[in-house]
T-cell receptor
Framework: ELKVEQNPLFLSMQEGKNYTIYCNYS?????LYWYRQDPGKSLESLFV?????AVKQEGRLMASLDTKARLSTLHITAAVHDLSATYFC?????????????FGEGTQLTVNP | KAGVTQTPRYLIKTRGQQVTLSCSPI?????VSWYQQTPGQGLQFLFE???????NKGNFPGRFSGRQFSNSRSEMNVSTLELGDSALYLC?????????????FGQGTRLTVV
């Protein structure tokens, strides 16, 4: 059974600082998603990582995937208040056909002025 | 291009009742997955439908069921509601649910059981 661990679960940072969120997963996965969720809202897709060594960047966020280490990271550069949200990573298990995402607990990010 | 539409957005039901939630995927998408989100358990996979067939199932009791129609719209049903079923129910739509197809989420249905 695929298990996903994110850390930290809570992150309070100042504007302008850099930080990294880590996502470890337990079994082989052929793709991994990062989502953002604002309070009371749905999930917004940020990145889809499909292969070992994949790196994607959008604005101040950069995600990477190391399938051998079963690790994905979401790096935040020069944080701004608008990035305050909960971030989820979600690998998709290779053991099942179709779409079945297993989500981490989420990292609640607060960016303070 | 219309996104994923879930109805209703909010529901209040009494214990013991049943409820049906609806999800209309993005046009052309054939895979619909359902997730339950609660503060205690986080986001948990319920089931996935593809071409009117259940392709994956999570670890939920039989009170939770679903179906998919020929136009790819999906419904999920919860019978004999319990207080613990109070949650945000999200559906995700994807082209075929495999490979590099991305999953897009609807706004969710917030179910409150009293």
């Amino acid at each position: 059974e695929l298990k996903v661990e994110q850390n930290p679960l809570f992150l309070s940072m100042q504007e302008g600082k850099n930080y990294t969120i880590y996502c470890n997963y337990s079994t082989t996965s052929d793709r991994l998603y990062w989502y953002r969720q604002d309070p009371g809202k749905s999930l917004e897709s940020l990145f889809v990582l499909l292969s070992n060594g994949a790196v994607k960047q959008e604005g101040r966020l950069m995600a990477s995937l190391d399938t051998k280490a079963r690790l994905s990271t979401l790096h935040i550069t020069a944080a701004v208040h608008d990035l305050s949200a909960t971030y989820f990573c979600a690998p998709s298990s290779k053991e099942t056909s179709g779409s079945r995402l297993t989500f981490g607990e989420g990292t609640q990010l607060t960016v303070n002025p | 291009k219309a996104g994923v539409t879930q109805t209703p957005r909010y529901l209040i039901k009494t214990r013991g009742q049943q409820v049906t939630l609806s999800c209309s995927p993005i046009s052309g998408h054939r895979s619909v997955s359902w997730y339950q989100q609660t503060p205690g358990q986080g986001l948990q996979f319920l089931f996935e439908y593809f071409s009117e067939t259940q392709r994956n199932k999570g670890n939920f009791p039989g009170r939770f069921s679903g179906r998919q129609f020929s136009n790819s719209r999906s419904e999920m049903n919860v019978s004999t509601l319990e207080l613990g079923d109070s949650a945000l129910y999200l559906c995700a739509s994807s082209l075929n649910g495999v490979g590099n197809t991305e999953a897009f989420f609807g706004q969710g249905t917030r179910l409150t059981v009293v």
